[in-house]
C-alpha cells in the first residue's frame, strides 16, 4: 500500500487522478492504446503498474487492448483500459463479450468531438448513447458521468466496485477538459475506501462437476478465476446454467434476462445524481459532464435576476435515474426540462422517455465547444419564463 | 513384409472395438487400415450413423498398428491387446 | 448420452467434456484427432491441468474449448491471441495455448498473431489450417491455396495465400513447426516442446475438411490420403519455400526452435523487480 497515493490534497491532471484512483481500488492489469485525449493515463500506468507489481501493456490496437483487459479479468485481476470515442467504437465487440462472460473491467472513455476522427484536442460528449447501444444484442452496462477531476478520481473508484459487484463492464465518461485540466484531488484516507470483491464460489474446485456455474436463480453468479482450478468454460454463445453452449429459447430466455436484469433490477442501487437549486426551481436544466461547469455559472447568474431556475445532473448516463425525472414531472412544478449537451440530442432522447407533462427543450452543441456561460444566461432568459 | 501361411492362419492378440454411439460414420479406419479388415455394418447407431464392423472371417487379422484408434477423430474406436 | 470412453482413452478421459459428445465437427475432420492430442499432451507435461488454460476463436476450431476440461474460453473471432496474453501476463506460471483456425488467427487475428510474436509472448498457438472458412460455409480465407474453389472464389481463388510458418518467423516467433493431423506422433511432440519452450510457439496442423473437400470435387478419403502420403518431413528448409501449393507436396516439418530469446513475461518480471514492484 506504500506504493500507493497517500491520503492527502493533489494538484492532479485529470488523467492521471483516474489512473492514481485506479490503483488505490486495486486495479493491477492496463492494457491501453495511445489516443487524444487519454494517452496520459497510459503514460502514467506505464510508469506506477511496474512500481506496484501490476500488469501494464501497450497493446497493438484498441481491440487488442480491450482483449488482453479482458484475459487478465478471466484470470482474476482487476483490469483496465482507457481510450476515447474512436477507440471505444472500436471495442464494442469486446464489450458485448465482457458483457456475455459477465467479466468485470473498467473503461474509461476520454470523450472528444466527433464523429469520426473529429476533432482529437477538444472535449465531446458524443458517446453516450455508444456507451449503452454500442455492441449488438442485448445487454446492460454501467455508464459514469464525472464532471470534475475529483469526481473522476473518486467515480473511477466506484467503478471498479461496480464491476466487480455485478460482473459488467463499466465505462466512466469523462471528456478531454476533465480529462487533461488539472484539479485538486482529495485523496481520503486508505481505511475509507471501501473496495468491493467479484463474489467467489462458495464451493471447493472439487465439487466443481455437481455445481452450476451460472445457477440463473442467482441475478449475479459467483466468479471463478483462470487458474483456481474449478476448469470453468466461458463461452460468447448463448449458454445454460453449466457454461457450455445451448442454443435453445430456454437458454436464450433465462441467459439474456438474467444479464440486463442484473443491472435494470439494481438500476436504484447504481445510478447517481445531483440535484442543484432544486428547492424553488421551476424550471430545470439537465446537464453533465464539463458541461456542468459553465451552466452552474450561468444558473447562479440567472437566480439573481430571480429566474427560478435549477440543475438536475446525472452522474450516471446508465442506468440513467429517470425514475428521478419522471417524479419531478409528476409534481407539476417543473414547466420545462431544458437539456444542455455537446451533441446532437442524447440524453435529451432519455429525458424525453420520462417526461409527461412537462417540456422538454433541447439545446444541442457544435461538438469540442463548451457553450458559454453567457450563452447559457441567454437560454435561461429565452425558456425560463 | 511376407504374409507366411502360418501366420495368417494364427490367432491375433489385437482386436479392434468399437464404441458404436460416438461414431460418426466417417471411414477413416476402414481406409486406413493395412489389412482391409474393416468395412461399414448395415446398422446404424442413434445418430443414424452406420458404424465400421470386422469383416467376416477376418477376426483375427488385426496387426495391431492402431491406425484406426490413432485416427479416429471421435475416440470411437480402440484396438484390444489380448494378455495370454 | 455419452458416459465413457474406451479404455485405451482412460488418461485422457478426465480431460475430455465427455457430456458434450459427440463434437459437432463433421465427420472425418481431423479436430477430433487434435482434441485427443492436446489433452494427451496435458497429460504428458507433467503440468497439472489446473495450471493448463485453453483459449479459441471462431470457427470450427474455436470449438475446441468447449470440449476440453480444464479452465477453457470461447472468444470473439480473431481475438483469442490477444486474450491469451492476458491471461497470460496476470498468471505467468499457467500454461496458456490457444486453438483456432486459419481464418481466426491468420485473417481477422493476423495482426495480433504477428505482434504476439513479436513480443514473444509465452504462449503456444495451435494454427488448425484447413484452407477455408468451414462453418460459415466454406468461404476462402487467407491460407486457401491459389486456383482452389470456395464460395467467394467459384472461378478458383487468384490469391496467394500466406505462408504461416514464414510469417510466424518473420514476426519473431520461438517455436515453429508444421505437421499434418495425420502425423500424430510428431504433433504431440510438437506440442510438448511448445510447452516447454518459453517464448510464442505457433504449430500449424493441416486438417482437411469436407467442406473443402465438397467445393473442390475432391472425395474427403481421397483428400485425407493425400495430406497422409504427399508431405514430406523435411529439416534444413528455408522459409521462403513453406509455400502451400495445390497439387505439389506439402512440406511439414519442425523449422525453429530458438531458446535465446526471452519471453516477454520474463522480461516484464525482471522489470518489475527493478522498479520495486516484485
Redesign the interface.
Given at each position: 500500500m506504500s506504493?500507493l497515493l497517500k491520503p492527502g490534497t493533489y494538484f492532479l491532471e485529470g488523467n492521471i487522478a483516474c489512473a492514481e484512483a485506479a490503483l488505490l481500488a486495486g486495479c493491477r492489469?492496463y492494457?491501453g492504446y495511445p489516443i487524444t485525449p487519454s494517452s496520459e493515463l497510459m503514460h502514467h500506468m506505464a510508469r506506477r503498474?511496474?512500481?506496484?507489481?501490476?500488469?501494464f501493456?501497450q497493446?497493438?490496437?484498441e481491440?487488442?487492448?480491450i482483449?488482453?483487459?479482458?484475459?487478465?479479468?478471466?484470470?482474476?485481476?482487476k483490469?483496465m483500459t482507457a481510450t476515447s470515442g474512436p477507440g471505444l467504437s472500436l471495442m464494442q465487440?469486446?464489450i458485448g463479450?465482457a458483457a456475455m462472460?459477465e467479466l468485470p473491467v473498467v473503461i474509461v472513455d476520454i470523450q472528444r468531438a466527433g464523429p469520426s476522427t473529429g476533432i482529437p484536442t477538444l472535449m465531446g460528449q458524443g458517446d453516450i448513447m455508444q456507451a449503452k447501444w454500442g455492441s449488438h444484442g442485448d445487454y446492460e452496462v454501467v455508464a459514469y458521468l464525472p464532471s470534475t477531476p475529483q469526481e473522476l478520481f473518486d467515480i473511477t473508484i466506484e467503478a471498479f466496485n461496480t464491476a466487480e459487484e455485478y460482473r459488467v463492464p463499466v465505462i466512466v465518461l469523462a471528456d478531454k477538459i476533465i480529462g487533461q485540466m488539472y484539479g485538486r484531488i482529495k485523496v481520503p484516507d486508505h481505511s475509507e475506501i471501501k473496495l468491493i470483491e467479484r463474489k467467489k464460489p462458495a464451493i471447493p474446485?472439487e465439487k466443481y462437476m455437481e455445481y452450476l456455474p451460472y445457477d440463473s436463480r442467482e441475478l449475479i453468479p459467483p466468479f471463478a478465476a483462470?487458474?483456481?482450478?474449478?476448469?470453468?468454460?466461458?463461452?460468447?454463445?448463448m449458454h445454460d446454467d453449466r457454461g457450455?453452449?445451448n442454443l435453445s429459447q430456454e437458454a436464450s430466455w433465462k441467459l439474456v434476462t438474467r444479464l440486463v436484469r442484473k443491472i435494470r433490477e439494481n438500476a436504484r442501487k447504481i445510478a447517481k445524481w445531483g440535484e442543484h437549486w432544486i428547492d424553488d426551481a421551476e424550471y430545470l436544466i439537465v446537464a453533465y459532464g464539463s458541461v456542468s461547469g459553465p451552466v452552474r455559472y450561468a444558473i447562479k447568474k440567472a437566480r439573481e435576476e430571480g429566474y427560478k431556475v435549477g440543475l438536475f445532473r446525472p452522474l450516471t448516463a446508465w442506468p440513467f435515474p429517470g425514475w428521478r425525472i419522471k417524479e419531478l414531472d409528476n409534481s407539476g412544478v417543473i414547466k420545462k426540462f431544458i437539456v444542455i449537451e455537446v451533441n446532437m440530442g442524447q440524453i435529451y432522447h432519455v429525458v424525453r422517455e420520462y417526461v409527461r407533462n412537462a417540456e422538454v427543450i433541447h439545446v444541442p452543441g457544435a461538438p469540442g465547444y463548451l457553450p458559454e456561460p453567457q450563452r447559457i444566461l441567454s437560454y435561461i432568459k429565452k425558456f425560463c419564463r | 513384409m511376407v504374409l507366411t501361411l502360418s501366420v495368417l492362419k494364427s490367432k491375433s492378440k489385437y482386436r479392434p472395438i468399437f464404441y458404436p454411439e460416438l461414431c460418426k460414420g466417417c471411414g477413416i479406419c476402414i481406409d486406413v487400415c493395412p489389412v482391409k479388415m474393416l468395412e461399414f455394418s448395415p446398422e446404424f447407431n442413434e445418430k443414424g450413423y452406420h458404424y465400421p464392423r470386422i469383416k467376416d472371417g477376418m477376426e483375427d487379422r488385426c496387426i495391431g498398428c492402431r491406425l484406426c484408434e490413432r485416427y479416429c477423430p471421435d475416440l470411437a474406436v480402440y484396438v484390444e491387446v489380448k494378455k495370454e | 448420452m455419452i458416459r465413457e470412453l474406451p479404455p485405451a482413452y482412460k488418461d485422457i478421459e478426465p480431460l475430455i467434456?465427455i457430456e458434450?459428445l459427440p463434437t459437432i465437427w463433421c465427420p472425418a475432420c481431423g479436430l477430433g484427432i487434435i482434441l485427443k492430442l492436446y489433452t494427451k499432451a496435458i497429460v504428458k507435461s507433467g503440468i497439472p491441468?489446473?495450471?493448463h488454460?485453453i483459449?479459441s476463436g471462431i470457427g470450427c476450431t474455436g470449438r475446441m474449448?468447449?470440449y476440453v476440461?480444464?479452465?477453457?474460453?470461447?472468444?470473439?473471432h480473431g481475438?483469442a491471441i490477444?486474450?491469451?496474453?492476458?491471461?497470460?501476463?496476470?498468471?505467468p506460471?499457467?500454461t496458456v495455448t490457444v486453438i483456432s483456425g486459419d481464418g481466426d488467427i491468420a485473417s481477422i487475428g493476423g495482426?495480433?498473431l504477428i505482434?504476439a510474436a513479436r513480443r514473444n509472448h509465452d504462449i503456444t498457438v495451435i494454427v488448425v489450417n484447413n484452407y477455408i472458412y468451414g462453418m460459415t460455409g466454406g468461404q476462402s480465407s487467407p491460407t486457401t491455396p491459389s486456383g482452389s474453389k470456395t464460395m467467394t472464389s467459384p472461378y478458383g481463388h487468384i490469391e496467394e495465400p500466406f505462408n504461416i510458418p514464414y510469417l510466424a518467423y518473420a514476426a519473431g516467433a520461438s517455436y515453429i513447426a508444421r505437421w499434418t493431423v495425420f502425423h500424430d506422433i510428431q504433433l504431440l511432440n510438437s506440442i510438448l516442446k511448445a510447452f516447454r519452450t518459453k517464448g510464442f510457439s505457433v504449430i500449424e496442423v493441416l486438417n482437411p475438411c469436407t467442406v473443402f473437400s465438397y467445393r473442390n470435387n475432391i472425395d474427403m478419403l481421397e483428400l485425407i490420403r493425400y495430406f497422409r502420403t504427399r508431405a514430406i518431413v523435411k529439416r534444413d528448409v528455408k522459409f521462403e519455400d513453406l509455400r502451400i501449393e495445390f497439387g505439389k507436396p506439402i512440406i511439414i516439418g519442425e523449422f525453429l526452435h530458438r531458446t535465446d530469446k526471452p519471453s516477454f513475461e520474463e522480461k516484464?518480471l525482471e522489470?518489475?523487480k527493478?522498479?520495486?514492484?516484485?
Amino acid at each position: 500500500m506504500s506504493k500507493l497515493l497517500k491520503p492527502g490534497t493533489y494538484f492532479l491532471e485529470g488523467n492521471i487522478a483516474c489512473a492514481e484512483a485506479a490503483l488505490l481500488a486495486g486495479c493491477r492489469f492496463y492494457a491501453g492504446y495511445p489516443i487524444t485525449p487519454s494517452s496520459e493515463l497510459m503514460h502514467h500506468m506505464a510508469r506506477r503498474m511496474p512500481e506496484v507489481g501490476g500488469v501494464f501493456i501497450q497493446g497493438e490496437d484498441e481491440i487488442a487492448s480491450i482483449m488482453m483487459a479482458l484475459g487478465g479479468s478471466a484470470a482474476g485481476l482487476k483490469s483496465m483500459t482507457a481510450t476515447s470515442g474512436p477507440g471505444l467504437s472500436l471495442m464494442q465487440e469486446s464489450i458485448g463479450l465482457a458483457a456475455m462472460l459477465e467479466l468485470p473491467v473498467v473503461i474509461v472513455d476520454i470523450q472528444r468531438a466527433g464523429p469520426s476522427t473529429g476533432i482529437p484536442t477538444l472535449m465531446g460528449q458524443g458517446d453516450i448513447m455508444q456507451a449503452k447501444w454500442g455492441s449488438h444484442g442485448d445487454y446492460e452496462v454501467v455508464a459514469y458521468l464525472p464532471s470534475t477531476p475529483q469526481e473522476l478520481f473518486d467515480i473511477t473508484i466506484e467503478a471498479f466496485n461496480t464491476a466487480e459487484e455485478y460482473r459488467v463492464p463499466v465505462i466512466v465518461l469523462a471528456d478531454k477538459i476533465i480529462g487533461q485540466m488539472y484539479g485538486r484531488i482529495k485523496v481520503p484516507d486508505h481505511s475509507e475506501i471501501k473496495l468491493i470483491e467479484r463474489k467467489k464460489p462458495a464451493i471447493p474446485p472439487e465439487k466443481y462437476m455437481e455445481y452450476l456455474p451460472y445457477d440463473s436463480r442467482e441475478l449475479i453468479p459467483p466468479f471463478a478465476a483462470a487458474g483456481d482450478g474449478y476448469r470453468i468454460h466461458m463461452t460468447g454463445l448463448m449458454h445454460d446454467d453449466r457454461g457450455y453452449p445451448n442454443l435453445s429459447q430456454e437458454a436464450s430466455w433465462k441467459l439474456v434476462t438474467r444479464l440486463v436484469r442484473k443491472i435494470r433490477e439494481n438500476a436504484r442501487k447504481i445510478a447517481k445524481w445531483g440535484e442543484h437549486w432544486i428547492d424553488d426551481a421551476e424550471y430545470l436544466i439537465v446537464a453533465y459532464g464539463s458541461v456542468s461547469g459553465p451552466v452552474r455559472y450561468a444558473i447562479k447568474k440567472a437566480r439573481e435576476e430571480g429566474y427560478k431556475v435549477g440543475l438536475f445532473r446525472p452522474l450516471t448516463a446508465w442506468p440513467f435515474p429517470g425514475w428521478r425525472i419522471k417524479e419531478l414531472d409528476n409534481s407539476g412544478v417543473i414547466k420545462k426540462f431544458i437539456v444542455i449537451e455537446v451533441n446532437m440530442g442524447q440524453i435529451y432522447h432519455v429525458v424525453r422517455e420520462y417526461v409527461r407533462n412537462a417540456e422538454v427543450i433541447h439545446v444541442p452543441g457544435a461538438p469540442g465547444y463548451l457553450p458559454e456561460p453567457q450563452r447559457i444566461l441567454s437560454y435561461i432568459k429565452k425558456f425560463c419564463r | 513384409m511376407v504374409l507366411t501361411l502360418s501366420v495368417l492362419k494364427s490367432k491375433s492378440k489385437y482386436r479392434p472395438i468399437f464404441y458404436p454411439e460416438l461414431c460418426k460414420g466417417c471411414g477413416i479406419c476402414i481406409d486406413v487400415c493395412p489389412v482391409k479388415m474393416l468395412e461399414f455394418s448395415p446398422e446404424f447407431n442413434e445418430k443414424g450413423y452406420h458404424y465400421p464392423r470386422i469383416k467376416d472371417g477376418m477376426e483375427d487379422r488385426c496387426i495391431g498398428c492402431r491406425l484406426c484408434e490413432r485416427y479416429c477423430p471421435d475416440l470411437a474406436v480402440y484396438v484390444e491387446v489380448k494378455k495370454e | 448420452m455419452i458416459r465413457e470412453l474406451p479404455p485405451a482413452y482412460k488418461d485422457i478421459e478426465p480431460l475430455i467434456r465427455i457430456e458434450r459428445l459427440p463434437t459437432i465437427w463433421c465427420p472425418a475432420c481431423g479436430l477430433g484427432i487434435i482434441l485427443k492430442l492436446y489433452t494427451k499432451a496435458i497429460v504428458k507435461s507433467g503440468i497439472p491441468p489446473e495450471k493448463h488454460v485453453i483459449v479459441s476463436g471462431i470457427g470450427c476450431t474455436g470449438r475446441m474449448a468447449g470440449y476440453v476440461r480444464v479452465d477453457s474460453y470461447h472468444v470473439t473471432h480473431g481475438r483469442a491471441i490477444p486474450f491469451a496474453v492476458g491471461i497470460k501476463m496476470a498468471k505467468p506460471w499457467l500454461t496458456v495455448t490457444v486453438i483456432s483456425g486459419d481464418g481466426d488467427i491468420a485473417s481477422i487475428g493476423g495482426n495480433h498473431l504477428i505482434h504476439a510474436a513479436r513480443r514473444n509472448h509465452d504462449i503456444t498457438v495451435i494454427v488448425v489450417n484447413n484452407y477455408i472458412y468451414g462453418m460459415t460455409g466454406g468461404q476462402s480465407s487467407p491460407t486457401t491455396p491459389s486456383g482452389s474453389k470456395t464460395m467467394t472464389s467459384p472461378y478458383g481463388h487468384i490469391e496467394e495465400p500466406f505462408n504461416i510458418p514464414y510469417l510466424a518467423y518473420a514476426a519473431g516467433a520461438s517455436y515453429i513447426a508444421r505437421w499434418t493431423v495425420f502425423h500424430d506422433i510428431q504433433l504431440l511432440n510438437s506440442i510438448l516442446k511448445a510447452f516447454r519452450t518459453k517464448g510464442f510457439s505457433v504449430i500449424e496442423v493441416l486438417n482437411p475438411c469436407t467442406v473443402f473437400s465438397y467445393r473442390n470435387n475432391i472425395d474427403m478419403l481421397e483428400l485425407i490420403r493425400y495430406f497422409r502420403t504427399r508431405a514430406i518431413v523435411k529439416r534444413d528448409v528455408k522459409f521462403e519455400d513453406l509455400r502451400i501449393e495445390f497439387g505439389k507436396p506439402i512440406i511439414i516439418g519442425e523449422f525453429l526452435h530458438r531458446t535465446d530469446k526471452p519471453s516477454f513475461e520474463e522480461k516484464y518480471l525482471e522489470l518489475k523487480k527493478k522498479i520495486g514492484g516484485g
